[in-house]
């Protein structure tokens, strides 16, 4: 087995700091895009329930349309 090398502490600096930035990237993205996809989910949800509306008046008038017995 071979004995571990030591690592440079600029390596090591480097490193970490690649680390916090990459957090500090990622938390301010989250931050930016949390509202988008909010506002995206909210307007889908508004679409949402005008699409069933509509899917339920059209399966009505496709019932009231079909011949019946009773006519």
Avoid: C, H, N
Avoid at 11 to 38: H, M, Q, W
Avoid at 46 to 56: S, W
């Amino acid at each position: 087995m071979v004995p571990p090398v030591a690592v440079s502490p600029l390596i090591k600096t480097a490193r970490y700091s690649a680390l916090l930035a990459g957090i500090v990237f990622g938390k301010r993205r989250y931050d930016e895009l949390k509202p988008i996809a909010a506002e995206e989910r909210r307007i889908e949800e508004e679409e949402k329930k005008v699409r069933e509306e509509q899917e339920k008046i059209a399966k009505a008038l496709a019932e009231a349309s079909e011949e019946s017995i009773l006519k």
